[in-house]
C-alpha cells in the first residue's frame, strides 16, 4: 500500500524507534520504496543510520556498566558486556584502517579492539594490561568486520591480577587470538 510522505515518514520514525537495528534495506522493502528514499527520509527526519543508531543504543547500554574506560575510548562497539564474564565488540575495517597498497588492515588495530575490550571487560575503576601474548591467524582486509569476544578465565585475588581471552572473528574465521594478564587495583 503506497502512502503519502507524511505517513511513511510518521511510520518510519515508529519503526524506527521500536527498532533501531532495521536496516534501510529493510525499511525500504516494509514501505515499498526504494533505499534512496528511505536515507532521505531519515534525512530530513534528523535520524541517523544504521551504524550510528546502533552505537547511541550500546553506549547508552554499556555507559553506566563500564568502569574501566571511558565507553569512547574502546576501540569498536560493544554490543554485549557482562562484567567479570564476558564482551563482545565490532570493529568495521575501513579505508584509514589500511595499509594503501594491499588493503590489509594494521594489526594494531585488532590488537587495540583485543586490548580495549580485555579491559572493560573488568569489573574496576582501573584495569592495566600487564602482558599480552598475541597471534594474528590471518590478514584482515577493508570491509571486513571483525567481531572480538573476550572471556574472563581466571580472576587471581592474590596477585590482583585476571587473565582474559580475547578471540577476533570475520564470519566465523579466527583472524586474532590473545591472551591479556590484566592488573586491577580492586579485588
Partial sequence: MKRNKKERQSL?????????????E?????????VQTIR????????????????HVAEKRFEDEVRSLPIDEVI???????????????LDIKKEHVFK?????RG????AQANSLAV???NDELALT?????????????????????????IDRASGRTLVEVNSFVNSELVFKGDFEMYRSNI
Fill in 12 to 24: 518510519l520514525t515508529q519503526t524506527i524507534k521500536e527498532n533501531p537495528f532495521i536496516t534501510d
Fill in 26 to 34: 529493510e525499511l525500504a522493502d516494509k514501505f515499498s520504496v526504494s
Fill in 40 to 55: 532521505l527520509d531519515r534525512l530530513e527526519l534528523s535520524i541517523p543510520e544504521l551504524r550510528e543508531r546502533i552505537k
Fill in 76 to 90: 569498536g562497539e560493544i554490543i554485549d558486556m557482562e562484567l567479570d564474564q564476558a564482551a563482545i565488540s565490532i
Fill in 101 to 105: 597498497r594491499n588493503k590489509i588492515a
Fill in 108 to 111: 594494531h588495530h585488532l590488537f
Fill in 120 to 122: 572493560a571487560v573488568i
Fill in 130 to 154: 600487564a602482558k599480552a601474548n598475541i597471534r594474528f591467524t590471518r590478514a584482515v582486509k577493508e570491509d571486513e568486520r571483525v567481531v572480538a569476544k573476550a572471556k574472563v578465565i581466571r
